[in-house]
């Protein structure tokens, strides 16, 4: 596991082992991030950056909507943001989300990626190049292949790659090109994937 880093967190006294977590939905995303932020605890120690496309012609509510289903703080992505622990931060529709070296959110208009915009690929690039091996992407159900790039882009700068299995998935296409790129550390069950961040990010007791 990645090596602690020297700043604590509000709920332990040792600091978590990673820096963030993104998380990458698409069709049938509502109901899968909701299930995994609903079994996260408050005082879960990173930051979470997710991506789901979303209709860009309509305001989104999908903050909303999560934290009604999360202790966790979740709000819509605002340029210059800085990533807090326990804050789950969504990219807003029509906007790429960025993750900088400082700590901070950068939203972005620039071209459509695969025709995406938000694109999970070009999040998790940014994710694997401001935190290298502090790093957790989750790749949730979706149709296509976005996300898949970055991924690899996660684990070659040492980070950490979970995905949801085809068989939990209500749209398997997006789990299954992530699969396929040989650059994920666990394939796990929706209601499994919860647990394993914790497990992973939490310090383990000594």
Do not use: C, W
């Amino acid at each position: 596991m990645a090596r602690a880093e020297e700043r604590g967190t509000v709920s332990d006294p040792r600091s978590p082992a990673f820096d963030v977590v993104a998380i990458a939905a698409s069709a049938g995303g509502l109901s899968a991030l909701g299930e995994v932020l609903s079994a996260l605890p408050a005082d879960f120690p990173t930051a979470i950056v997710i991506v789901q496309h979303l209709d860009p012609r309509h305001r989104s509510l999908m903050a909303e909507i999560l934290s009604r289903r999360t202790s966790l703080q979740v709000k819509q992505a605002e340029d210059g943001d800085s990533l807090l622990p326990g804050t789950v931060y969504i990219a807003p529709p029509d906007n790429h989300l960025l993750v900088n070296r400082n700590g901070t959110i950068s939203l972005s208009h620039s071209e459509l990626v695969h025709f995406l915009r938000p694109s999970a690929d070009l999040m998790f690039d940014s994710v694997a190049a401001s935190y290298k091996d502090r790093a957790i992407a989750v790749v949730l159900t979706g149709s296509g292949k976005d996300g898949s790039l970055g991924v690899e882009a996660v684990k070659d700068m040492g980070g950490t790659v979970v995905v949801q299995d085809e068989t939990s998935a209500e749209f398997p296409a997006m789990p299954s090109a992530a699969i396929e790129t040989g650059k994920v550390d666990f394939v796990l069950p929706l209601s499994e994937i919860s647990s394993a961040l914790v497990a992973l990010v939490v310090p383990a007791e000594a």
